[in-house]
């Protein structure tokens, strides 16, 4: 894979990075992404069905237990090449922004600092009635478990489809897109708003525009450098470039 020069000084010389991540980046972790068929039990389901209140409200047991059958594969995965050549390049920048679709934890884990978690975090858990965090609760015989507070069904404190992100955590990443220099989207799809609006929005700022993904997406045509491959691999090439 041949790296541009003109790519690697437009990184070095960014005062301002944003990396926008989806389900890519932990695919060479060895988790699914969203567009991949859901592997054994799971398989006859689409995530867009049972990732919505509707599905919640619908069958709350089956949603429970798909996210509590996520939690344990995503918690015995590791961050990958990829993770970490982020880690590393927040390291070498002076403002690095890393907004993030994932909700399975692994920039955190890898070690990046500034992260925007648009769609939440899979090990988080909160009352579906009053939306607030919630760290322990009596083990049930049922599930999903109760609230210790009200008595409602927890849920993963993730965002599902059909439901608003948090304000706030949206205009953080709306604001760190209109001002970088260098803007990254990495192992995305680009089909879920409003995320896929993020590199868009970049666009109209005069920012170097970046896309690592084996496969086009909708934005490719919009980018100044596309790098086809594994993000595990493009980025740490990427890495070696700017260490150089
Ligand atoms: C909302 C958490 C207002 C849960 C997720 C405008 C136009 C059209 C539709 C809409 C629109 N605005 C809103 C919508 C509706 C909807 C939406 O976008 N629908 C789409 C699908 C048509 N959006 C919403 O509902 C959002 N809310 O807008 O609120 C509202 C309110 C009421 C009613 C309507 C609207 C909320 C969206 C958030 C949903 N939650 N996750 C959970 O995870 O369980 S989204 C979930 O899917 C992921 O978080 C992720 O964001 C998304 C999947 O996308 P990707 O991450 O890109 O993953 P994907 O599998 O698609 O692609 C993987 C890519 O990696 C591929 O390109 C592949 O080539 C590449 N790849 C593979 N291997 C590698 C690799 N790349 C690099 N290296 C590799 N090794």
């Given at each position: 894979?041949?790296?541009?020069?003109?790519?690697?000084?437009?990184l070095?010389?960014?005062?301002?990075?944003?990396?926008?991540?989806?389900?890519?980046?932990?695919?060479?972790?060895?988790i699914?992404?969203?567009?991949?068929?859901?592997?054994?039990?799971?398989?006859?389901?689409?995530?867009?069905?049972?990732?919505?209140?509707?599905?919640?409200?619908?069958?709350?047991?089956?949603?429970?237990?798909?996210?509590?059958?996520?939690?344990?594969?995503?918690?015995?995965?590791?961050?990958?090449?990829g993770?970490?050549?982020?880690?590393e390049?927040?390291?070498?920048?002076?403002?690095?922004?890393?907004?993030t679709?994932?909700?399975?934890?692994?920039?955190?884990?890898?070690?990046s600092?500034?992260?925007v978690?648009?769609?939440?975090?899979?090990?988080?858990?909160?009352?579906?009635?009053?939306?607030?965090?919630?760290?322990?609760?009596?083990?049930?015989?049922?599930?999903?478990?109760?609230?210790?507070?009200?008595?409602?069904?927890?849920?993963?404190?993730?965002?599902?489809?059909?439901?608003?992100?948090?304000?706030?955590?949206?205009?953080?990443?709306?604001?760190?897109?209109?001002?970088?220099?260098?803007?990254?989207?990495?192992?995305t799809?680009?089909?879920?708003?409003?995320?896929?609006?993020l590199p868009?929005?970049?666009?109209h700022?005069?920012?170097t525009?970046?896309?690592?993904?084996?496969?086009s997406?909708p934005?490719?045509?919009?980018?100044?450098?596309?790098?086809?491959?594994?993000?595990?691999?493009?980025?740490q090439?990427?890495?070696?470039?700017?260490?150089?």
């Amino acid at each position: 894979m041949r790296i541009p020069k003109r790519l690697v000084n437009d990184l070095i010389s960014a005062k301002k990075i944003v990396a926008l991540t989806g389900a890519g980046i932990s695919a060479e972790s060895g988790i699914p992404t969203f567009r991949e068929a859901q592997t054994g039990l799971w398989s006859k389901y689409d995530p867009q069905d049972l990732a919505t209140p509707q599905a919640f409200k619908k069958n709350p047991k089956l949603v429970w237990d798909w996210y509590s059958w996520r939690r344990e594969l995503i918690s015995k995965s590791h961050p990958n090449p990829g993770h970490y050549a982020l880690v590393e390049l927040e390291k070498q920048t002076q403002s690095f922004t890393l907004i993030t679709q994932n909700i399975d934890n692994l920039h955190s884990k890898a070690g990046s600092k500034n992260i925007v978690e648009l769609h939440g975090n899979i090990f988080r858990t909160k009352c579906s009635i009053e939306n607030t965090l919630v760290n322990k609760w009596d083990q049930p015989r049922s599930s999903p478990p109760r609230c210790p507070n009200c008595r409602g069904y927890l849920r993963p404190d993730v965002v599902w489809f059909n439901e608003n992100l948090d304000p706030k955590i949206l205009q953080a990443a709306v604001k760190a897109a209109e001002n970088c220099d260098v803007f990254l989207s990495i192992g995305t799809s680009s089909l879920v708003y409003p995320a896929a609006n993020l590199p868009i929005i970049a666009s109209h700022n005069d920012c170097t525009l970046i896309e690592i993904n084996p496969s086009s997406t909708p934005i490719t045509s919009l980018m100044d450098y596309v790098l086809k491959g594994a993000s595990g691999i493009v980025l740490q090439k990427l890495m070696e470039c700017i260490i150089q």
